[in-house]
């Protein structure tokens, strides 16, 4: 997605497609593909670093988003609707609703309302939770099984794009949203998510080598591409 701003009036545009090529200071075509030893560390053009990280992020969001991916489908599901049932799908076991609320970041009439709405489109039965009676206890239905089969379905488009990345790549680009979601987590930015660092079986750097963290949970080691941003067996410290 190219909006233009890197296109050199007239200047060469080497390179793999896609990706910008730096533009030759005004007064100096002679040095098209970049800035001479003698002209310095001419700055690169166009926003900091940072915001382009921000403008890269949200493309990919975007792209997330025109992918249909989680999207309204046969039953007509709102976006809370669809993390609901994504939420229980990630677990075979029922779900109290007070943990889809905190999970989702949400307000409990609000689950509420769309808790109603799925068992209305069969999608969901609601229960008394065996261990509190007072407490509503939340599982889906085959029909609702096969609605979060839809939703996390993959694209082929975004399939392809994340399947250009290898494990180190992945690895990292996983490593560093974690880091960047905590942060936001921790603002109260984003919902809070059932990931890796904030488990209590999770230990960090627990070995040498490239399956450096460890997971207490299963009892074994694991690589940053596997860091789990959703784990149905996370469980809060105590
Ligand atoms: S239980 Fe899940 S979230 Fe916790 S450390 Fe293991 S993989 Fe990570």
Known sequence: ????????????????????????????????????????????????????????????????RLGAWRNAGPHGLTPLQADIVTFLGGDDRPRRQTDVVRALASTAPTVSDAVRALAAKDLLTRGRDADDARAVSLRLTDAGRTEYRRLVQV????????????????????????????????????????????????????????????????????????????CPDHATPD
């Open 1 to 64: 997605m190219d909006d233009g701003r890197h296109e050199p009036d007239g200047g060469a545009q080497d390179g793999p497609p896609g990706v910008p090529v730096a533009e030759t200071p005004a007064g100096d075509r002679s040095t098209a593909r970049g800035p001479s030893a003698a002209q310095g560390a001419a700055p690169v053009p166009g926003l900091p670093p940072t915001d382009q990280l921000l403008l890269a992020l949200s493309r990919l969001g975007q792209a997330i």
């Open 155 to 230: 694209p082929v488009e975004l399939a392809e794009a994340t399947g250009v990345l290898g494990a180190e790549d992945r690895g990292a680009v996983l490593r560093s949203a974690v880091a960047m979601m905590g942060v936001l987590q921790e603002r109260r930015a984003i919902p809070v998510s059932r990931m890796c660092p904030t488990c209590r079986f999770f230990r960090p750097d627990a070995h040498d080598g490239e399956l450096r963290h460890h997971c207490a949970f299963v009892d074994a080691a694991f690589a940053d591409a596997e860091l789990r941003v959703d």
